[in-house]
């Protein structure tokens, strides 16, 4: 079975700081892996994904996540944070092949920007 | 915005009723996923549909049901609802079948009481 662990409830940085969301994994075979920002009240909006190639994917609004194989992780990171990134983030992995295409998603991390 | 609509927006219903919730996907959207986010979870997957039908489906029980159209819009209906369906529920579009980037709508809240 595949599980997303998002091992921080909320995050806390500074205005300006960088900022880490963390995200572990486990599936069967090689993964597909996202992140996807809610803002209150909404729907989950699209920041990025690993499919394959680079390690380093850049997203949406200077967004980017690190593929660890090793690790099985798939960290979120953006250098200097904004107070408008306030917002739930959440992570999410299927397997890349054997028909299913059903994502598993973490129980999300609340990151929160302080100005 | 993502192009994909749901209504309502808000929704409260008496358990042992049915509800029937939309979703208007964008154009050349073939693949319709719905997920239930209960509060302080994330999301979890119910069942997708790929050109009008179901092709995958998340540990839901049976009078959770769905339907895709030809026209890009879509019904999750569920039957004989229990207080623990209280929930946002979420309508995902994608263009392609593997789903490798879906958009979402802003969501269904759904009280049930």
């Known amino acids: 079975a595949q599980s997303v662990a998002q091992p921080e409830d909320q995050v806390n940085v500074a205005e300006g700081n960088p900022l880490t969301v963390k995200c572990t994994y486990s599936v069967s075979g090689n993964p597909y892996l996202f992140w996807y920002v809610q803002y209150p009240n909404r729907g989950l909006q699209f920041l990025l994904k690993?499919?394959?190639?680079?390690?380093l994917v850049k997203g949406s609004y200077g967004f980017e996540a690190e593929f660890n194989k090793s690790q099985t992780s798939f960290h979120l990171k953006k250098p200097s944070a904004l107070v408008s990134d306030s917002a739930l983030y959440f992570c999410?992995?299927?397997?890349?092949?054997?028909?299913?295409?059903?994502?598993?998603f973490g129980r999300g991390t609340s990151l929160i920007v302080h100005p | 915005e993502t192009g994909v609509t749901q209504s309502p927006t808000h929704l409260i219903k008496t358990r042992g009723q049915q509800v029937t919730l939309r979703c208007s996907s964008q154009s050349g959207h073939n693949t319709v996923s719905w997920y239930q986010q209960a509060l302080g979870q994330g999301p979890q997957f119910i069942f997708q549909?790929?050109?009008?039908?179901?092709?995958g489906r998340g540990n839901f029980p049976p009078r959770f049901s769905g339907l895709q159209f030809p026209n890009y819009s879509s019904e999750l209906n569920v039957n004989a609802l229990e207080l623990d369906d209280s929930a946002l529920y979420l309508c995902a579009s994608s263009w392609d079948r593997s789903n490798t980037e879906a958009f979402f709508g802003q969501g269904t809240r759904l009280t049930v009481v």
């Open positions: 999410a992995v299927r397997a890349s092949s054997g028909g299913s295409y059903i994502p598993t």
């Open positions: 549909y790929y050109r009008e039908e179901e092709n």
């Open positions: 690993y499919i394959t190639g680079d390690n």
